[in-house]
């Protein structure tokens, strides 16, 4: 928090003063010095210079009463020197006491603004109130568990372990911190460290928490179901009506072979609880108890009750992190014949599956698993049971349309024909279920066009318009969805939008590891899900690393480089697009440690560009697994204005943005391919 070397500099004036005067006026100069620059500080909303300055002061009063008690010091004032130490403790101590205070009201002003953002789940922005927190009290055990907290809801686990670790280096009797690295720990498989902090915490109080961690942990790492079970039923003693200490009794019930009481636990959960999860898992456990323990019919009813659900599951409703695993684990050890397996396989990972993928796998249960003749044991009763694609495809596209998710998009490039006119496009930016849902898009545009109201049904475009013009207007946008509804939007016409620059994004995966693989003059060939009819050559495209399996600091920007062809079908009919590789960014970290590629750690770090006002709204932060996405000219602009240039001011990414608003393409070779470390060296490839 100290500045070493300022604070140095203030000290030694103080222990070089010659007699007491001296003294006195150093200290004086010291004190209203520190008290002009804190109340600017403040104003400026810097309270960590602010609190500085106030500790400073303290610090030279401290060191002004040391220099007192050293009888050699100042010899001519023996008799003033009890009077003196005195007043330099007393005033060392109310400067103490104005940091302390300074400090309470600036955390409390940043604990003010994390709740609005953690409803709105603005986790990037909440990370960074709270690392300014933590600057103001380093030491401060609440601050770094909240750090924790909020790198878990990001999804980096090692990140939060670590927090929770250092919160209870700093507090070791934090019990909560306990509880939390135990959570972490075992969602690394971390599982002996995990039940080292539930029992540490066991130790302060015995909790429903730790004792039901506990035994789910000794579950998972050894099987020991019978003592997971002590536990667990110890630990619903103490919350009698908690649906994860039933949800997990359930299971252990079931590898004890308890069927009666494992469905009595799972029927519990599955009538109380909301959590999708958990809702999914208890039907499943039910289907298989019936059927293990002989009850057909009740397995048959309890398998049309799974479906129903399934039907009503929106791939959407879950998060990237919903694991399945766990699920298919339970099934794949069970002694269910292999035909009941798939079926339940496949019904279970309905949520993640694509539409097209619900109609194959289920168009292939029909076929293969349950051909005509086959007799009427439960597999099929299940399978006649399953309702027709349609209707599970239709159930998806039931969720509702979230409004911030339809966003009106345009590009413009100048008519190399007529001076001043525009080639312009218009689109709608959407996530794919959203895109779904739409039937049709009209627009509205300027009295000056002809032909006014133009209704576009091109939803493989993404609804585009083209035109040419001379001039920018508000154009009214009317969405109509599947079920009849409108949604009217307006958008600005902007003409000094450029041709559409795209991002990227990769997950570090044996498929495709942006990490390893972007080398500078490299050309690869990328998936393609979206925008296809957007995307031609010479465009711009942003790597981007989704964090996949590694931690949230390897979640960021990488680089760019250029499209050099049109979407293509691959060999497999998937859309593919060549991009080649212009420039890499590297930290400065990374650069001077010489980390190889594939361990580097994003050199614009996503909390960074998703903390811009502009990309705040981006898809980036609602589709974690999506592949392609649009960048405008406000967030292109935004990005190396507040980034880029800053870090990296040789990146050649600003010539080939101004490049590409006089251009249609613009050219790779016009660019040289390099490694571009932080620190401003460039090593030409």
Same mark, same amino acid.
């Given at each position: ?27 004086? %100069? ?48 023996? /008799? ?40 709105? /789940? ?89 004792? *039901? ?16 079970? /002590? ?14 200490? /039933? ?6 019930? +079931? ?6 009481? *494992?469905?009595?636990?799972?029927? =519990? ?19 298989? @108890? ?49 035909? $009941?397996?798939?079926?339940?396989? @496949? ?43 349609? %209707? ?37 930016? $959407? ?16 009295? !000056? ?25 508000? $154009? ?15 958008? =600005? ?25 972007? !080398? ?42 250029? !499209? ?22 590297? @930290? ?16 614009? @770090? ?8 502009? =990309? ?31 870090? +990296? ?37």
């Amino acid at each position: 928090m100290d500045k070493p070397q300022e604070t140095n500099r203030i000290i030694s004036k103080v222990e070089n003063a010659s007699n007491v005067d001296q003294l006195l006026e150093i200290l004086e %100069k010291i004190k209203t010095s520190a008290e002009r620059r804190a109340e600017e500080y403040q104003n400026l909303k810097k309270y960590a210079e602010a609190i500085r300055e106030y500790r400073i002061v303290s610090k030279a009063y401290f060191r002004a009463a040391d220099l007192l008690i050293d009888q050699s010091k100042f010899p001519r004032y023996r /008799k003033a020197r009890g009077t003196l130490l005195s007043l330099f403790r007393t005033e060392a101590r109310r400067w103490e006491k104005k940091h302390e205070t300074l400090l309470q009201e600036a955390l409390e002003k940043y604990k003010e603004e994390v709740p609005a953002l953690e409803k709105e /789940k603005r986790y990037y922005e909440m990370l960074e109130k709270l690392k300014k927190a933590l600057e103001l009290d380093p030491g401060n055990a609440f601050i770094l568990s909240d750090i924790g907290v909020t790198l878990y809801k990001l999804g980096d686990f090692q990140g939060a372990l670590e927090k929770f670790e250092k919160a209870i280096e700093e507090k070791p009797d934090y019990e909560q911190a306990y509880l939390l690295k135990g959570q972490m720990a075992f969602y690394l498989k971390q599982y002996e460290i995990a039940e080292g902090a539930y029992s540490t915490a066991l130790t302060f109080n015995r909790s429903a928490d730790a004792l *039901c961690g506990l035994g789910v942990s000794l579950a998972e790492r050894k099987s020991d179901y019978k003592q997971a079970r /002590k536990l667990l039923e110890e630990a619903l003693e103490f919350e009698p009506d908690s649906t994860l200490i /039933k949800a997990n009794l359930a299971e252990v019930m +079931f590898f004890l072979k308890e069927y009666t009481e *494992c469905q009595d636990y799972a029927s =519990w959960v599955r009538d109380n609880t909301s959590d999708i999860y958990n809702g999914f898992l208890m039907r499943l456990l039910l289907v298989l @108890s019936n059927y293990l323990a002989g009850k057909t019919k009740s397995g048959v009813k309890a398998a049309e009750d799974i479906i129903k659900y399934s039907g009503t599951i929106s791939r959407f409703d879950t998060e990237e992190s919903w694991d399945f695993s766990k699920l298919n684990e339970t099934v794949k050890k069970s002694n269910l014949t292999p035909e $009941v397996k798939k079926i339940l396989l @496949s019904i279970a990972n309905i949520p993640k599956l694509s539409e097209s993928e619900i109609e194959y796998s289920l168009r292939k249960i029909e076929e293969n698993i349950a051909p005509k003749g086959v007799p009427q044991t439960i597999l099929s009763k299940i399978i006649g049971k399953v309702p027709a694609a349609e %209707k599970i495809i239709s159930a998806v596209k039931e969720e509702p349309i979230d409004e911030n998710d339809i966003q009106i998009r345009n590009t413009a490039n100048p008519d190399p024909d007529k001076l001043g006119y525009y080639d312009w496009e218009i689109f709608l930016d $959407v996530p794919e279920h959203v895109l779904s849902k739409i039937v049709q898009v009209k627009y509205i545009l300027h009295p !000056t066009f002809p032909e006014r109201e133009i209704i576009k049904e091109n939803r493989d475009e993404y609804f585009k318009l083209e035109r040419n013009g001379w001039g920018e207007f508000n $154009v009214k946008v009317i969405i109509t969805l599947k079920d009849g509804q409108e949604l009217t939007k307006y958008h =600005w016409l902007k003409l000094g939008a450029h041709l559409t620059t795209l991002l990227f994004q990769s997950t570090d995966t044996t498929r495709f590891h942006l990490r390893k693989d972007f !080398t500078p003059g490299r050309s690869v060939s990328w998936f393609v899900s979206r925008y296809k009819s957007l995307m031609h050559p010479g465009q711009i495209v942003l790597l981007w690393n989704a964090k996949g399996k590694s931690s949230l600091n390897v979640k960021g920007l990488y680089g760019w480089g250029i !499209t050099t062809g049109e979407p293509k079908h691959d060999s497999t009919g998937k859309f593919r697009i060549n991009v080649e590789y212009i420039e890499r960014w590297i @930290s400065k970290h990374d650069a001077i440690n010489n980390v190889p590629p594939e361990n580097q750690n994003a050199p614009v @770090s996503a909390g960074n560009v998703l903390a811009l006002p502009s =990309w705040k709204g981006h898809l980036l932060a609602t589709m974690p697994i999506g592949t392609n996405f649009l960048v405008t000219q406000d967030q292109l602009d935004e990005l190396l204005n507040q980034i880029i240039d800053v870090r +990296f001011p040789s990146s050649q990414l600003r010539r080939a943005v101004n490049s590409s608003k006089y251009r249609n393409q613009i050219d790779p070779s016009e660019f040289k391919h390099s490694l571009l470390s932080e620190d401003f060296s460039q090593d030409e490839r």
